[in-house]
């Protein structure tokens, strides 16, 4: 076949396309393929599918019935409220397991300077007169004084002949019910009985009175809040805070999801 020539005689080079050009057409199909648009649909349906399933709907093809029967909507709307619930309840689950362990860096490098560490004590309610309870056997080398269930008691007697000195923290703190015939007296004493014979979990109230019982001091360290110091006219060896009858507890604000927590330190 004999070569193309120019208008000069001259052999004619032959013209091919670019590689750049050839992967720039390659793109320009690519992202207009509808085989995109046809895995969307297919992943819609399989959804669909999945919520009618936990519903108890048939997937199946339905002959000589095009319309879905009311109790199988609701039914269909059930699941997917269900599935709503049960993301948002992972959701804050992982909110807390984050707080936690953000509280738990912050102790981390709060204590561990001082030769500090957390003993963990069993959230009951009783968690605060138990960390007390603790941080007493290791100050006597044995068993504790007292056991948390006597560490209550002597908190609300102390709040009882004290009342003058408590209860206004108590009204700042609970608000009075409007409707109740119950003075704000009557109303402190109530909760003193609930301090001594429930399991309502205890605070600064409470660490106030036994911080006067006791005559310790006490240091509550926080991952998430100012440390808090009591007791400080009962500071031992020249009132140094590190004295072997300073009581140290630390406060966890997410620890659980129920609440505040108190550990021994």
Known sequence: MADVQDIDGKPCEEKLPS??????????????????????????????????AIAGVSVAPQQGHPNTSKGAKRREKRAQQEAAREQRIQEEQSSIM????????????????LGFTIKEIKPDGHCLYRAVEDQLSLQSGGSSPYAYQELREMAAAYMRK???????FFLSENAIDG??????AEKFEDYCKEVESTAAWGGQLELGALTHC???????????????EMGKEYKSDGGSSSSTGTIRLSYHKHAFGLGEHYNSV
Request: glycine share 6%; proline share 6%.
């Open 98 to 113: 984050s707080d936690r362990m953000i509280e738990g860096e912050k102790f981390e490098r709060k204590l561990k300077p």
């Open 162 to 168: 004290h009342a003058s000195d408590f209860l206004p």
């Open 214 to 228: 006791l005559r310790k001091h006490i240091m509550i360290y926080s991952g998430s809040f100012p440390d808090v």
């Open 179 to 184: 409707d109740s015939d119950d003075s704000p």
């Open 19 to 52: 590689t750049s050009l050839k992967h720039e057409t390659r793109e320009m199909l690519s992202r207009h393929s509808p085989i995109d648009g046809f895995m969307k649909l297919i992943n819609v349906d399989q959804y669909g599918n999945l919520v009618k």
